[in-house]
């Protein structure tokens, strides 16, 4: 008789991670990890780290101070600051981080977010969960930089003290102008940085405007375009597999991904049903 095996613990403990370093500008690192026991001793990181917990909690000390990370806060820790981190549940936690060079945030916060790392804000936290969504699909680039743009836009005012609601401004002739450059990239893509240079405007009062102007962010009218054009080709009797990159998207599970969302069926069964 074959003797039992016992689960090898270590095995069994083995953190989950996942790490990339995305297209996007201003993102040096993603990582997305479950610790069970793992405690990180001090060290200092280059970037800023942006953390958000799924599930448990993280104990950690910052500038000699202890804080916690509960499932509604973002963390945010400056640069070059040390700081550890260990689990603060016997299940250990599930996070994600972001790890963000000085485009959107200044040196000037790190005095800040020394005194105040752990931000109670729904809306913050809710924006950092879809940008990680985002960033998560290759392709997604332009709405995970807007994305990036209102969270970072978000972040400094928390940081400053400033709990004025921006007002979205109108200005349809700059929204028409970057409509019109939209539907002129709608297969090689456009980053929000290059439409902002072009534009000679910010990048946050770009997206305000053509989103009070439409009533939709540019990178969901982008994908919009790409949709549509998607459609023409299947119902042509193209392969799902042909049309992706011919449209601009990343791949075909990309274009999947966004077709169902606006049609409601894959494209591969939106090919055979309009052919029959």
């Not at 990680?132 to 392709?139: I, R, S, T, V």
């Not at 807007?146 to 400094?156: A, N, T």
């Not at 929000?192 to 997206?207: F, I, K, N, Q, S």
């Given at each position: 008789m074959a003797e039992e095996r016992k689960p090898d613990r270590r095995t069994a403990e083995r953190p989950e991670i996942s790490a990339w370093r995305p297209r996007v500008p201003g993102v040096v690192e993603v990582f997305h990890a479950h610790f069970t026991e793992y405690a990180y001793p001090m060290h200092v990181h280059e970037a800023w780290?942006?953390?958000?917990?799924?599930?448990?909690?993280?104990?950690y000390d910052l500038d000699r101070h202890e804080h916690g990370t509960p499932l509604d806060t973002v963390s945010l820790l400056p640069p070059h600051v040390?700081?550890?981190?260990?689990?603060?549940?016997?299940?250990?936690?599930?996070?994600?981080?972001?790890?963000?060079?000085?485009?959107?945030?200044?040196?000037?916060?790190?005095?800040?977010?020394?005194?105040?790392?752990?931000?109670?804000?729904?809306?913050?936290?809710?924006?950092?969960?879809?940008?990680?969504?985002?960033?998560?699909?290759?392709?997604?680039?332009?709405?995970?930089?807007?994305?990036?743009?209102?969270?970072?836009?978000?972040?400094?005012?928390?940081?400053?003290?400033?709990?004025?609601?921006?007002?979205?401004?109108?200005?349809p002739g700059l929204a028409r102008s970057l409509r019109e450059l939209l539907d002129a990239h709608v297969t090689d893509g456009l980053r929000?940085?290059?439409?902002?240079?072009?534009?000679?405007?910010?990048?946050?009062?770009?997206?305000r405007a053509f989103s009070t102007a439409y009533g939709i962010a540019p990178h969901q009218y982008l994908m919009s375009r790409r949709v549509e054009r998607a459609r023409r080709l299947l119902l042509a009797g193209r392969a799902p597999g042909e049309v992706a990159p011919a449209t601009g998207f990343f791949d075909q599970a990309h274009l999947t991904r966004h077709f169902k969302k606006l049609v409601g069926v894959t494209p591969g069964r939106y090919r055979v049903s309009a052919r029959s």
């Open positions: 780290t942006l953390l958000i917990v799924d599930d448990g909690a993280v104990r040390p700081h550890n981190g260990s689990p603060a549940t016997p299940h250990g936690f599930r996070k994600r981080v972001l790890y963000l060079d000085a485009t959107h945030l200044g040196e000037d916060l790190i005095g800040p977010a020394v005194d105040g790392p752990d931000l109670r804000d729904p809306l913050l936290r809710l924006r950092v969960g879809q940008l990680h969504g985002a960033l998560a699909h290759p392709g997604d680039e332009l709405e995970a930089e807007s994305r990036l743009m209102f969270v970072g836009e978000r972040l400094r005012r928390q940081l400053r003290h400033r709990g004025t609601t921006v007002e979205p401004r109108s200005d929000l940085d290059d439409a902002a240079r072009l534009l000679h405007a910010h990048p946050a009062h770009l997206v």
